[in-house]
């Protein structure tokens, strides 16, 4: 490209990460630089749900890609109401069927290697990528009379690389996250200073992630008509429960349980802490991930009822997660920095909307970087309307999801037989809602320059 209007840096090229390179793609007069921290860009064995707000988002990319997708999750798109996920209260011998939770249009479901592929072979010429470059540091010169001094990126390996414009798409490990929040903290006094640095490290959401896949033909074989090779079920207890699914067009059953304990929400997770998961003992922050023998993994629903016990049976081994979180971030954004996806607002997993939050925010910042007034100078003024219509509604989301949990754990005062509606009302943004709204407001915001955004 002979003369860009500038160049982007992306950090981290999971979900969110490629899904802006792609959606930049019509934006012939900027350059995108993806900088991946691993050898290859494909994550192996897990899978990834979109549901309808964010699919239709991923609808704007054109026929071919929307047809790129729908290959891969064997299922045609719908907008009709479908019953999603049937909800049993399973926590006793004879289980009882409590709801099927109403969505307009389906959960997408994706292999993730998949998901990835498809964002690959649309990434335009004007986008290069970069593996094994693991970002450690950035430095944002304080601004000059042009404004536009270049951002200086550092990796692990050693080397150097410059751009205009620095996105954090690098995970809730994210390294962009604290070097940005350090700069804005920066002048601060004492007291905000704290609030803002506090928000620099992912925490524990109390929350313990039982995750495994099981062989749907060893399902088969022993029972048959077992439901769950035909219907997404979740197996609802105290404190407890889990999800079951069939996945990769049928050949494995997913399988995601988990325990919510309500007095450590938002506690540190350090090695001390006293929780009663013995895997978690002796871990330090980085291990958030044990292995379990299928003896400890079906510890915590060994009381559920028989049709729960028949899956628990196919169970071979799997892993416990220490799911963490992010904090709600006084800004997502400074000057020509901005953070999306999970380094922005890492959620609990309960209402499978990580994924899709990370796509809404790669397509606003699209919006608002390509938008014909953008210019390197105004950049900061773009990613602040980013940050103004994106962080309140992440934020929300992100508080539904652990509400979501809870109401599925029975940790909430609410009647069984009004429990269905709870859950839904709590949840149908993902289906009844929009981006586009945001999308108008940012142009709106763009387009005059008069209306202060901070
Ligand atoms: C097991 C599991 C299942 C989930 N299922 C769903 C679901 O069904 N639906 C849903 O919506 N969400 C789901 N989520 C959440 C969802 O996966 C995340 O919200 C989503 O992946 C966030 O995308 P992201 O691009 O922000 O981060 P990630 O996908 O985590 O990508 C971050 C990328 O940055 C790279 N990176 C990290 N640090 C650096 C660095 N310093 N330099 C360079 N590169 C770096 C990483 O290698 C990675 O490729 C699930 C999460 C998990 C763990």
Redesign the pocket.
């Known amino acids: 490209m002979s003369n860009p209007k500038f160049r982007i840096a992306i ?8 899904t802006l390179a792609v959606a930049l793609s019509r934006h012939q007069d900027i350059t995108v630089d993806v ?4 050898r290859s ?1 494909c ?1 192996i064995g ?6 309808p707000r ?1 699919f239709r988002v991923l609808r704007k990319f054109g026929p071919d890609f929307e047809q790129q997708l729908l290959e891969r999750c064997g299922y045609e798109y719908t907008e009709e109401y479908v019953a999603a996920v049937r909800s049993r209260k399973s926590d006793q011998p004879i289980g009882i069927e409590l709801f099927d939770l109403m969505t307009k249009g389906k ?1 997408m ?1 994706f292999h ?1 290697a998949d998901f990835h592929g498809v964002l690959l072979s649309f990434l335009p010429p004007s986008c290069t990528t970069h593996n094994a ?4 540091s950035y430095t944002q010169p304080l601004e000059d009379c042009s404004g536009n001094s270049p951002i200086t990126l550092t ?1 692990k390996d050693g080397s150097t690389a410059t751009c205009d414009v620095l996105i954090g ?8 996250r604290p070097c940005m929040l350090r700069e804005l903290a920066e002048g601060l006094d004492p007291d905000k200073k704290k609030s803002v640095l506090s928000c620099m490290n992912p925490i524990w959401s109390g929350v313990a ?1 039982y ?1 495994t896949l099981i062989s749907a033909e060893k399902l088969r074989a022993r029972f048959p008509d077992h439901r769950i090779l035909k219907e997404f079920t979740q197996y609802m207890g105290k404190d407890a429960y889990f999800l079951a699914y069939p996945l990769f067009l049928g050949q494995y059953i997913n399988f ?1 349980g988990f325990t919510l304990e309500r007095d450590l929400v938002d506690s540190a997770y350090d090695a001390d802490t006293e929780i009663p998961r013995p895997s978690f003992k002796g871990k330090t922050d980085d291990e958030w991930v044990s292995e379990l023998t299928a003896q400890q993994f079906v510890e915590p629903f060994k009381d559920f009822e028989e049709d729960a016990q028949q899956i628990l049976e196919c169970v071979e081994k799997g892993t416990l ?1 220490a799911v963490h979180t992010v904090k709600t971030l006084p800004s997502i954004n400074f000057r020509r920095v901005a953070i ?4 922005a607002h ?2 609990v ?1 309960f209402q ?7 796509i809404e925010d790669a397509y606003l910042l699209m919006t608002v970087l390509g938008h014909k007034s953008t210019t390197i100078e105004t950049v900061p003024r773009a990613l602040a309307i980013y940050d103004k219509l994106r962080r309140p509604f992440s934020s929300e989301v992100a508080l539904r999801a652990m509400r979501s949990g809870q109401l599925c754990a029975f940790q909430e005062d609410v009647p069984l037989h009004e429990l269905g509606d709870t859950i839904t009302k709590n949840w149908e943004w993902a289906w009844l809602t929009e981006l586009d709204d945001a999308l108008e407001e940012a142009v709106r915001l763009l387009e005059d320059s008069s209306i202060d955004v901070n």
Do not use: H, N
């Open positions: 950090c981290g090229g999971g979900v969110g990460g490629l900088y991946e921290a691993a860009f994550e897990a899978g990834v749900g979109v549901w964010a959960l479901r993730r470059k693991r970002l450690t990796f798409a690098d995970g809730i490990k994210s390294t962009v992630a995750r995601a997660w999306m996806g999970d380094a890492a959620m997993p499978g909307s990580g994924a899709g939050q990370s």
